[in-house]
């Protein structure tokens, strides 16, 4: 989710706090009516599944779309939903039939063509999509989206509809585990509607899933419905989902507990001492796919200049994860060891312990190395979080305290609170932090790919700090080139250890996925990526 994802990192429940009023009562949602409600925050970008690549538009796709692929909600592999068969002789050339009878929820059907268009579109550089950079591997994406310059063609070279069922896929490379990638947002198809009247698209979102969106509310709610015309085999077992927009989880975490809110799937740090007592076994606590980290602006000399390494390699061993993540998460959070997820398993491509001793705490040795690294940049750090959501101010405030113990000092390190999500999203996007920021990453989809091109590849989609390294990027082209995903998993392990050297991001934990549930509800799960199985909630 997302992409990024994004960066697609999670804000989780965000946005305008309403009051109770606004907030809705009696068991959160209508008696009788089927309808939950959960706490939500407002997408960064307008709901087109190439520009949402953060979770709260993420859990918004996930309901109105469906792909060639989903990722089984329960394991994370890549299964066929709309795909009949994606074959391919030499991990290069693919075929790519689909299963028939499938329409969008406002009748118009979905063909080869709505997926090629959707792609293209996507890939175009002048509709300045936020994960354009899914797309790179499909032949044509230099011409479409030149990294300088302006395009000098509209469409994909390697994609080509033979009939209403059928599309052929031509890539610049090998890339043996491509198809696992289509269950990702960026590759949804699209309704014609979407090119003929985009401006209604973007008010009132079309997709082929089993909710429709019957309204938003910009900093209020947006209201999912079951679609009945829904084709797939995952049909929604509720009458639709209320996401209500909250500026803090505590706020929702209340409303949940009064009776005005049925779901909250991010159970906030200061409550996560008493969750078991208020909710019992209406709270969920599992692994899941995603890593908090810290981020460095490379982009500025004085942390990303020549021989900084050592600094930010300095700063990760000031930071002593073991007690932040015992005292203040409640053991929600494991402390990492690499840039990727325990949740990937060895075949997904984790691997324990990549970044050494860097993410060890060591307070000497961290001293010593910010020393060689030329210090902190006029003797001060301002570590930078969105502060419109309680989840962030207290864990922040726990490094900057570890890092001025280490410094001896207390005004070394400080937290630069963002006001909202979007302001934050906004500066990064701008290139305008002047000192490392909350970062995070929920994967996409269950490879170490996931993990390390969208964030470290240059000018990938989520490179948020700007990170540039030939020897990575090597690697990474090397890793999508294998035969097989288990030769590419060994290559990008390799170049995982690049980011071991140069830290461009400081691993900090792993993050479980929560969540907190009424008594109304039932079936309530998350998937790997932490995020509700929304369709298969049940609701009393």
Known sequence: MRGATRAKWAVCAIAVALGAAACGGGGGGTEGSGVLSASWGDPQNPLEPANTNEVQGGKVMEMLFRGLKRYNPKTGAAENVLADTIETKDSQHFTVKLKGGWTFSNGQPVTAKSFVDAWNYGALLTNKQ???????????FDKVHPQNGTPTAKTLSGLAVKDDKTFTVTLNQKFASWPDTLGYSAFMPLPKAFFTDHDAYVKKPIGDGPYTVESYTKGSVMKMRKWDGYKGPDPAQNAGIDLRVYTDNNTAYTDLQAGNLDLV???PAAQLKNVKRDLGNRYINQPAGIIQTLTFPMYDNTWGGTGKEKLRQGISMAINRDQITKEIFQKTRTPATDWTSPVLGEKGGYQAGVCGAACQYDPAKAKKLIQEGG????????LAYNADTGSHKDWIDAICNSINNTLGTDSACVGAPVGTFADFRNKISAKQMSGPFRTGWQMDYPLIQNFLQPLYYTDAASNDGKFSNAGFDKLVNEANAQASTGQAVAKFQDAEKIL????PAVPLWYQNGSAGYSPRLSHVALNPFS????NEIKVQ
């Open 265 to 267: 799937d991010d159970i």
């Open 375 to 382: 210090g902190l940049p006029g003797g001060k750090m301002a």
């Open 500 to 503: 071991a050297q140069q830290m």
């Open 531 to 534: 995020v509700p199985v929304f």
């Open 130 to 140: 936020k994960n354009a950079s899914f797309f790179q591997y499909i032949d044509g």
